[in-house]
């Protein structure tokens, strides 16, 4: 069966902390990956897309995606309270016609 | 300017009734989705729509039916609307070309009630 999983948390770093969330999913075909942010009753919010194999840096955000071993993961450095949120790691499954197939998502505290 | 835009924000209604939920894009993108948030929060995708095919989740009932009068636009017409399709439905956006698909953008969501 074709699916994402993540930690549902919730995760809790203290500001200034790096928070690390993990994404794992089942198709070793999957072509793209995103991480959404989703602030409790708003939509979801693109922070971070990756395509290729390695590290994609965007400010204090860093996705890591590792076909190989089916994984993809956010990094947030130096966390900020208003990070406090359910990230959502989203994948083009291969099969899924394009459409996003997300994980439950991690929902993330971050602590003065 | 809001680039993806969906009416009502909140629509409570009765079983049994039909109702319309509306989307628009001015983003310029070919592709449009419908999902589905449950009270878990679990994020599902419905349909999605270009010009050239719709493409539907088989667990959707057919009691969902997506309409699309352009490009820009993309509706959810539901019928005989039951207690279990209250959740928050959001519309998304993006661009889909030679097989390569690329991120995709949300609207602010519809909140349905049904009571």
């Known amino acids: 069966q074709k699916e994402v999983e993540q930690n549902s948390g919730p995760l809790s770093v203290p500001e200034g902390a790096i928070a690390s969330l993990n994404c794992t999913y089942s198709?070793?075909?999957?072509?793209?990956f995103f991480w959404y942010r989703q602030y409790s009753g708003k939509s979801p919010e693109l922070i971070m897309f990756?395509?290729?194999?390695g590290d994609k840096e965007d400010g204090r955000f860093t996705a890591q995606l590792n076909k190989a071993s089916q994984y993809v993961s956010l990094l947030i450095r130096d966390s900020q309270p208003s990070d406090s949120a359910t990230y959502l790691c989203?994948?083009?499954?291969?099969?899924?016609?394009?459409?996003?197939?997300f994980g439950k998502g991690t929902k993330l505290s971050v602590k003065p | 300017d809001t680039a993806v835009s969906q009416t009502p924000k909140y629509l409570v209604t009765q079983m049994g009734n039909d109702k319309s939920i509306k989307c628009e894009q001015n983003?310029?993108?070919?592709?449009m989705y419908w999902y589905k948030q449950d009270s878990k929060k679990f994020l599902k995708i419905m349909f999605s729509?270009?010009?050239?095919?719709?493409?539907i989740n088989e667990t959707v009932p057919n009691r969902f039916s997506p309409k699309s009068p352009d490009k820009a636009h993309l509706n959810l017409h539901i019928n005989s609307l039951e207690l279990g399709d209250s959740a928050v439905y959001f519309c998304?956006?993006?661009?889909?070309?030679?097989?390569?698909?690329?991120?995709?953008?949300f609207g602010p969501g519809t909140r349905l009630t049904v009571t």
């Open positions: 998304a956006s993006s661009h889909r070309t030679g097989g390569s698909f690329y991120e995709q953008y």
């Open positions: 198709d070793r075909g999957s072509q793209s």
């Open positions: 990756i395509y290729s194999n």
């Open positions: 989203a994948v083009n499954l291969r099969g899924s016609q394009g459409n996003l197939i």
């Open positions: 983003l310029g993108h070919d592709t």
């Open positions: 729509y270009n010009n050239k095919e719709l493409i």
